[in-house]
């Protein structure tokens, strides 16, 4: 059996990194539910779905109440979803965890093409051997499939990004005006889902103007500019009369509030990569990204710009770079080999590397397999998913006095979406007791979910002054890496949801053969 794979792989070496690609990706389609930041819930499947449900839940078209003007935001890629969510219901697919299981495939399958294109672009520059190196990293890199499969535009732009790349590299005999367009037009694309990679493109777009090809440069740029005025520019004008109204003031908020949100210094993402791509290979990848520079010229200054952008920009997120991480796969391992080659006695080092390797495939190995099985933010996905069993809720409260910043809870998974108000530590509770003439059944919460355990009798206590009616139901627990996360960082405050059911609006426990975890 083994020398059958062994037969296998040498002669369809990238078929067989793409079964294994694919083999880690389809665990995390089937175990990894929830979703991983705010991004790739709010801003894609929830505006998607309240769309399909004609509700614009979060007010981001115009003619909707309440909307103050564009969000800032691109319509295309929670457009596509909102697509797929028509077409799915349209099938008869309509429960939540039914249309991610959908979703996560497809952006599973999506992001084999940058296995694809990744290893074909390192062939090009170097070898078979390199080739597969940088193609088994590409399909098991410990965080790829997690990634791969949750709606991040930070990973989604990746295979337009690198086919793209690739057509450039291999296009020095070619002389056709719509070869180099689609090139173009593939950076568009990449744009229309995530702004920010026109640093990218705009750097193959320098480092062809200085290999002197003024025409190719131009066709290219004439590609991008089609796809983005055709579908963004497109898509605003439709909505909202006039064209790029949501790219100007992506900007502009951008630019005014770019200290408010998470910042660090500006080394954060130097020491960001060093750890995740697990060191010492971190520093041989560093090392090998500096030798290339002449020969993977043109991955070598988009990756600088982009790179030293984002560690000038205040606000830092640690997935805004993963972007980068392909590239540095492939211009790092094809520059390290470069090093090794010139080692004036590479046998006494060859151990010591191989070494190296194969502690970082240990490390890999051990994180892989749990973080593509992760379920993230389960305690909120679980939380709404209960809730949604009570289809007479109208309305619910969060009390999460211990935080600031509110947890959003995810109405997709609710099937509904219905008002809620949110307790905090800054909110004035005297205000909030006069906030409506509690005493009427019907401005009473269905349910108030309690966020974390800190204080949590007296915290209901109070609650039950306001709500006599409150009546404790079930807790729902994290899952285990965000419980992980929270003994790493309290700030990951992804902890217990304790839900308790108002018996004035709702008098009676849903049966519906759930097994609540009746604890207190």
């Not at 030798?291 to 640690?318: A, G, T």
Request: proline share 6%; hydrophobic share 50%.
């Amino acid at each position: 059996m083994i020398k059958k794979i062994k037969t296998y792989y040498a002669a369809h070496p990238l078929r067989s990194i793409l079964l294994a690609g694919l083999l880690f990706r389809l665990l995390a389609v089937i175990f990894s539910k929830g979703f991983g930041w705010i991004d790739d819930q709010f801003l894609v499947i929830e505006i998607a779905q309240s769309w399909v449900d004609g509700t614009d839940f979060y007010k981001w078209l115009p003619w909707t109440p309440g909307n103050n003007g564009p969000v800032g935001f691109s319509f295309f890629y929670p457009g596509l979803h909102y697509l797929l969510f028509k077409l799915l219901e349209w099938v008869r697919i309509t429960d939540p965890q039914s249309k991610m299981v959908v979703v996560r495939l497809l952006h599973a399958l999506w992001s084999l093409l940058t296995i694809k294109y990744g290893y074909e672009l390192t062939l090009y520059y170097s070898n078979k051997k390199i080739a597969n190196r940088v193609g088994w990293l590409l399909a098991l890199f410990w965080m790829f499939p997690f990634l791969s499969v949750h709606n991040l535009v930070e990973f989604v732009c990746i295979p337009l990004l690198m086919k793209a790349i690739l057509m450039i590299a291999r296009g020095d005999n070619k002389s056709s005006l719509v070869y180099w367009l689609w090139a173009g037009f593939l950076f568009g694309l990449a744009f229309d889902i995530r702004y920010q990679t026109v640093l990218i493109s705009g750097g193959v777009g320098l480092v062809m103007l200085i290999r002197n090809q003024w025409k190719e440069s131009l066709l290219v740029g004439i590609g991008l500019l089609l796809a983005v005025t055709f579908i963004q520019g497109g898509i605003d004008y439709y909505i909202w009369g006039k064209p790029f109204v949501q790219l100007q003031t992506y900007f502009f908020y951008n630019v005014n509030h770019a200290t408010e949100y998470t910042t660090g210094p500006w080394y954060n993402y130097i020491l960001f990569l060093l750890a995740v791509l697990i060191p010492p290979v971190s520093l041989f990848l560093l090392f090998g990204y500096f030798r290339s520079y002449r020969k993977l010229f043109i991955l070598f200054l988009p990756i600088l710009i982009f790179f030293v952008f984002h560690s000038w920009y205040p606000n830092k997120q640690e997935r805004f770079i993963t972007t980068l991480i392909p590239f540095i796969f492939i211009s790092g391992v094809i520059g390290w080999q470069m090093i090794v080659d010139g080692l004036f006695n590479p046998d006494f080092m060859k151990k010591w590397i191989r070494a190296a390797w194969i502690f970082f495939w240990v490390i890999n190995f051990i994180l892989l397999i749990p973080i593509s099985l992760t379920y993230s933010k389960k305690a909120r996905v679980e939380s709404m998913d209960y809730l949604s069993h009570y289809p007479g809720l109208n309305y619910f409260i969060i009390e999460d006095t211990n935080q600031d910043v509110l947890r959003f809870p995810p109405q997709f998974y609710l099937k509904k979406w219905i008002p809620y108000d949110a307790l905090m530590r800054n909110t004035n509770r005297k205000a909030f007791r006069k906030m409506k003439d509690w005493s009427k059944p019907y401005n009473q919460p269905g349910f108030v979910l309690f966020y974390q355990p800190d204080n949590l009798n007296e915290r209901v206590e109070w609650m039950k002054h306001i709500f006599p009616g409150l009546e404790y139901e079930t807790t729902i627990e994290p899952g285990w890496i965000d419980k992980i996360l929270h003994w790493l960082n309290p700030i990951n405050d992804n902890q217990n949801i304790y839900i308790y059911r108002n018996k004035t609006v709702i008098p009676a426990k849903a049966n519906d053969g759930r097994r609540p975890n009746d604890h207190e």
